[in-house]
């Protein structure tokens, strides 16, 4: 455990490209020390949504669609257990050992913002567009570049995008709550986890590989959804 979650602060300290690594024993300790981290914080953070909202600080949030109430349980568990963990992590994972989807991440994802913030239906398409030609731009300059410079600034700027990536991840799972905002505080409550998960889960893509923290998400889901099964 202890060997585990030493690597894995370390690394936070200082989130760099990792060799990938093939030894199956610190493989499998990770994964489930990891599982274990995520759970932890994950009930954390739950007991102290449950406090503040029974003391009337905060207001009571629920999703928009109960996958385990409409689809039961058996539809969940695909849906959580593999669908998501397969396109989240190779949405909000895969590019982190890539030189160029990088830059189409970060581009995509501040085109999300932006039309979050302008909500304009007529200029929806036009930020879109203007940041995909953006993405295009920087990916020509950086092909251009010097290739000790590119190393350089790739090396110096990974921990920042590795952190925007589980910011992101965070952020987006705010869509599965209804009427929840960006306006109301509470909504840090709900990324927090979600963004706790996304280090652990990019932790393990960049030491091990996309298929290992597609698997952590998996089982992470897994047993969510049994635990909120058997507690309901």
């Given at each position: 455990m202890i060997e585990t979650l030493s690597a894995f602060w370390d690394?936070?300290?200082?989130?760099?490209?990792?060799?990938?690594?093939k030894d199956n024993k610190s493989l499998w300790r990770d994964l489930v020390w990891l599982i274990i981290l995520d759970l932890l914080f994950a009930g954390i953070i739950?007991?102290?949504?449950?406090?503040?909202?029974?003391f009337e600080i905060i207001d009571e949030y629920v999703e928009k669609f109960d996958i385990l109430k409409?689809?039961?349980?058996?539809v969940a568990l695909i849906i959580a257990c593999i669908l998501a963990?397969?396109?989240?992590?190779?949405?909000?994972?895969?590019?982190?050992?890539?030189k160029y989807l990088l830059i189409y991440f970060v581009c995509f994802t501040l085109a999300l913002i932006a039309d979050y913030f302008i909500n304009n239906p007529f200029l929806k398409w036009p930020i879109y567009?203007?940041?995909?030609?953006?993405?295009?731009?920087?990916?020509?300059?950086?092909?251009?570049?010097?290739?000790?410079?590119?190393?350089?600034?790739?090396?110096?700027?990974?921990?920042?995008l590795f952190y925007y990536s589980a910011t992101i991840f965070g952020l987006i799972h705010l869509t599965n709550i209804k009427d929840l905002?960006?306006?109301?505080?509470?909504?840090?409550?709900?990324?927090?986890?979600?963004?706790?998960?996304?280090?652990?889960?990019?932790?393990?893509?960049?030491?091990?590989?996309?298929?290992?923290?597609?698997?952590?998400h998996s089982i992470f889901n897994f047993i969510m959804i049994l635990l909120?099964?058997?507690?309901?």
């Open positions: 690394f936070l300290k200082k989130p760099k490209l990792l060799k990938l690594s739950m007991g102290i949504y449950y406090t503040l909202l029974h409409k689809l039961g349980l058996t963990p397969l396109l989240e992590e190779s949405l909000f994972r895969w590019h982190l050992r890539s567009t203007f940041f995909f030609f953006i993405s295009l731009i920087i990916r020509g300059y950086f092909k251009r570049m010097d290739i000790r410079k590119k190393v350089v600034f790739q090396r110096q700027s990974f921990g920042y905002t960006l306006s109301d505080p509470v909504f840090i409550i709900f990324v927090i986890s979600q963004f706790f998960s996304g280090l652990s889960m990019g932790y393990m893509r960049i030491k091990y590989g996309l298929i290992y923290s597609i698997l952590l909120e099964f058997f507690f309901s």
